[in-house]
């Protein structure tokens, strides 16, 4: 059987790569996103500046909405062999019940249409935060241990449980991500998905201004002009999004994979001070280091005024940056280390295992971009605000 690929969340930050990735493969491919998202004047033309032609011969865009079933069985009228689903709501300032709706019932539905096809593989994104709240040296247990595949997670975690032993999620999102991800693996014993998961650390890299890729912006405008000492004392992870696409790619040509789960993280050691002030190297900015303040202590004060500002923006509308939300607040005081020796195993080479190579890339492209110094108000509203509530 000629292979076929059905890419969900074409326009989003992970996917546009892994679109991009197949097609330079020669592969054809299957591409699906909200019929609004596929004809968005503001994120065609920054598709167009990571290399992915949306008029390519090969790629074919199908509009759907995994919130409405009926328009899911378009997507495998033709025989798809491989589906990266990539789709989820990644927005750390939205209620949990709105992250469930859209991860786990939309994967439910896109779920019900593929276990009609005969597929080869069933890619799943997932997220690393799945492994929860890393211990602290304070709860005596140990600490800087990397979470790797055999950590509690919801493929060894028996269905229905509510967060892996020993710890908790720490946000709405993991949650949404927990039951979206164990949902799967149960398809995948009772019904054979040919699932394969992978769980990628923070992802950074041309394409985006969320995330990683926000605080390089955030620094660079000077919204974000301190950090704490303390934070020489949590770890920071990152993936680059290029080696992400890379690795889904090429895991999808390994049947052995089916079953298997994934950490996907490059092998970079920083703290999350160093890491802040590479940021703030590249971007030319210096960040003040304040001492004697914990991260923990940061962490609930941070906590109480993004709450603030987030009451504000509702009662008056004053936009809030958009890096500053309670899910993103919950991470300060944690200190994350994942292993990546499983994806090592394959085979596979990270072309950024080193964060510091990844970052001044994604640095340049962002000035490129016009993004990392922006003069225009309308413009630098648009990139470093978020969206009025509706």
């Not at 890619?123 to 509690?152: A, L, M, Q």
């Amino acid at each position: 059987m000629k292979r076929l690929n059905l890419v969900t969340g074409a326009t989003g930050f992970s996917a546009s790569h892994v679109i991009r990735e197949l097609l330079a493969r020669g592969e054809k491919v299957i591409a699906t996103d909200l019929p609004g998202a596929l004809e968005d004047p503001h994120r065609i033309p920054v598709l167009e500046k990571i290399g992915l032609n949306l008029s390519h011969p090969n790629l074919e865009l199908v509009p759907a909405n995994l919130l409405e079933p009926d328009t899911l069985p378009p997507l495998f009228q033709k025989p798809v062999t491989h589906v990266f689903h990539t789709a989820s709501l990644y927005d750390y300032s939205a209620p949990l019940d709105r992250l469930r709706k859209i991860n786990v019932e939309g994967t439910r539905n896109l779920l019900e249409q593929a276990k009609k096809a005969n597929l080869a593989q069933f890619i799943h994104w997932s997220t690393c935060g799945v492994f929860g709240k890393p211990y602290s040296t304070r709860s005596g247990k140990k600490v800087n241990t990397p979470f790797d595949e055999e950590s509690p997670s919801p493929k060894n975690t028996p269905h229905g449980a509510k967060a892996p032993a020993g710890t908790h999620l720490v946000n709405a999102y993991s949650v949404s991500k927990w039951e979206q991800e164990q949902m799967l693996w149960k398809a995948h014993r009772e019904e054979g998905l040919p699932l394969t998961v992978i769980r990628p650390a923070p992802i950074y890299g041309p394409g985006s201004t969320y995330g990683q890729c926000g605080l390089i912006l955030l620094i660079a405008h000077g919204r974000v002009p301190f950090i704490v000492k303390d934070g020489k004392n949590y770890l920071n992870a990152s993936v680059q999004v290029e080696d992400l696409a890379r690795f889904a790619v090429y895991i999808s040509d390994r049947p052995e994979s089916t079953g298997e789960d994934y950490n996907v993280t490059d092998g970079s050691i920083l703290s999350q001070h160093e890491f802040m002030h590479l940021l703030a190297l590249v971007t030319g900015r210096r960040l003040l280091d304040l001492p004697l303040i914990p991260c923990g202590f940061l962490r609930i004060v941070f906590l109480l005024f993004v709450k603030g500002w987030m009451a504000l923006e509702r009662q008056f509308g004053i936009r809030r940056l958009r890096m500053f939300e309670p899910q993103s607040a919950e991470y300060l005081g944690s200190s994350y280390w994942f292993s990546n020796r499983k994806s090592l195993e394959t085979g596979f080479q990270y072309r950024y295992a080193d964060v510091r190579k990844g970052i001044m890339e994604t640095t340049i492209w962002l000035r490129k971009m016009g993004w990392l110094y922006i003069s225009d108000r309308k413009l630098r509203r648009e990139i470093l605000y978020a969206k009025p509530p509706k």
